[in-house]
């Protein structure tokens, strides 16, 4: 059975930092594209970030990038999201996701989803 599990998460002040981690078990990691959303109250859910199998590429929504930085270590089945220069409008639950052969912002297209670690920046 495949779980994602999400980490990391809390209250901030604006301009702070947080990095959320996410550990996968019960799927091969290193074989998963992993990708990083997010969703607000009375929002759908959005794509922040992406990273290929072997971290040769990212890809980054264009709110975020800049700011926030994606990044896995597949020794430790773990994918990273270090956020910088937070502002209020970043509060959401922010969920992991992993995708076998996409690459790219289609929520649907990925396969197993974490619960989700709330973050919550103050103004």
């Known amino acids: 059975q495949v779980h994602l599990v999400e980490s990391g998460g809390g209250l901030v002040q604006a301009g702070g930092s947080l990095r959320l981690s996410c550990v996968a078990s019960?799927?091969?990691?290193?074989?998963?594209?992993m990708g990083w959303f997010r969703q607000a109250p009375g929002k759908e859910r959005e794509f922040l970030a992406a990273?290929?199998?072997?971290?040769?590429?990212?890809y980054y929504t264009d709110s975020v990038k800049g700011r926030f930085t994606i990044s896995r270590d597949n020794a430790k089945n773990t994918v990273y999201l270090q956020m910088n220069s937070l502002k209020p409008e970043d509060t959401a639950v922010y969920y992991c996701?992993?995708?076998?052969?996409?690459?790219?912002?289609?929520?649907?297209?990925?396969?197993?989803w974490g619960q989700g670690t709330q973050v919550t920046v103050s103004s």
């Open positions: 990273i290929t199998w072997t971290s040769n590429n990212t």
């Open positions: 996701a992993g995708a076998r052969s996409y690459y790219g912002a289609v929520r649907n297209a990925y396969d197993y």
């Open positions: 019960g799927l091969p990691f290193s074989m998963y594209i």
